[in-house]
């Protein structure tokens, strides 16, 4: 698989990733303040921000979204490997999740907005992963490199060796 690097708009999908890191962070907290008088896992009536929510999904989403921030400041393609494993990680659980979203092993309390919101965030994140690589930058005056100059390099010291 190719992954472009030094995407002329990483910058765009940086900011991206930093707004959705936010909102997670605040989804979290408003999680936390909403749901902190109640049970840890298993389904409710609580909302927040529109979303079925119970504590431990509000501090797995606080969490996650401290990492995806931390990722974006540190940067050093750290964040492309984050925002990978994240992302997909989200996808999944935003489907197992609607899976089980109308029986008791709803542990997390998703609701269908919820599921759909995993995938946008993960979704996200996955783009951002795959056009936030960052690599040597190459002075304009230097083509790249092609495949065709490497197979005649190679052809020439065939023949040389001959």
Avoid at 61 to 69: H, R, S
Avoid at 86 to 96: C, F, P, Q
Avoid at 148 to 156: L, N
Wanted: proline letters at 4%; one cysteine or more.
């Amino acid at each position: 698989m190719h992954t472009p690097v030094n995407h002329p708009l990483r910058p765009f999908y940086r900011t991206l990733v930093a707004l959705t890191g936010l909102y997670l962070v605040v989804f979290g907290v408003v999680g936390l303040v909403t749901t902190g008088d109640e049970k840890g896992i298993g389904r409710s009536d609580a909302r927040v921000l529109g979303q079925g929510a119970n504590l431990t999904l509000a501090v797995i989403f606080l969490v996650l979204g401290v990492v995806v921030l931390a990722g974006v400041l540190v940067g050093r393609n750290l964040d492309v490997l984050l925002n990978n494993y994240l992302g997909w990680s989200l996808i999944g659980i935003g489907t197992l999740s609607m899976l089980v979203s109308h029986t008791d092993a709803n542990v997390l309390n998703f609701t269908i907005i919820t599921c759909i919101v995993a995938y946008a965030v993960g979704l996200m994140l996955v783009t951002a992963g795959l056009y936030g690589k960052v690599g040597p930058v190459r002075p304009a005056s230097v083509p790249p490199a092609e495949g065709g100059a490497v197979q005649a390099v190679d052809r020439e010291a065939e023949r040389a060796s001959v």
